[in-house]
């Protein structure tokens, strides 16, 4: 019982003092903290090529398959990396995925288009080094049959 009440005091005291104290760090280390705790979670979200392929798939080997027109196949991570400086230059002047009638104007079915956050996507994998990941973890290949 004696002990009790001693400890409701001592809480009741530290409460009553706690406005008048220091925090056990300053604001500056707080955001010190903060600003490193956000700096391991982006990382931890790092893009690698699962993320990239399904776009990849969806918007630019339909053309870009083995037996497709162009020469250059993003059907696989190997494929891709050596074309990454030139699939950065293509994205960011909008030359790929081809595409000419002004989608400001009017808008077709089955346009070769590329979202923004799309292309933010790959072009973000390409400058933090393009990393495989775990290439196993990719979608399905879509099966062409040219
Ligand atoms: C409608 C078919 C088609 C689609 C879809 C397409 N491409 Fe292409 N791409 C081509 C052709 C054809 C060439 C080769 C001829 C040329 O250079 O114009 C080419 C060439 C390229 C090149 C070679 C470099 C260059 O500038 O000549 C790159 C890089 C490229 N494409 C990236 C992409 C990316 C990335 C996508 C998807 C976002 C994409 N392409 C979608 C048809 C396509």
Redesign the pocket.
């Known amino acids: 019982m004696i002990i009790n009440i001693v400890i409701w005091k001592f809480l009741y005291l530290c409460l009553s003092e706690m406005p008048r104290m220091k925090p056990p760090f300053s604001i500056r280390q707080f955001f010190f903290i903060l600003f490193f705790a956000s700096i391991s979670l982006t990382s931890s979200a790092q893009l690698v090529y699962k993320d990239v392929a399904p ?2 798939y969806n ?2 080997t ?3 398959h083995p037996g ?5 196949h ?1 059907t696989s991570y190997s494929e891709t990396v050596p ?1 990454v400086s ?2 950065k ?3 960011n002047s909008g ?4 595409w000419s009638p002004d989608t400001t104007y009017t808008r077709f079915l089955h346009e ?1 288009i ?1 979202t923004a956050s ?2 933010a996507t ?1 072009i973000n994998w390409i400058n933090a080094g393009y990393p495989a990941g775990d290439t196993m973890l990719a979608p399905p290949v879509p099966v062409y049959n040219s």
């Not at 030359?95 to 081809?98: D, E, L």
């Open positions: 776009i990849f918007r630019c339909s053309c870009h497709g027109h162009p020469p250059e993003y074309w030139l699939i230059a293509d994205l030359k790929m995925p081809p070769r590329i799309e292309k790959i």
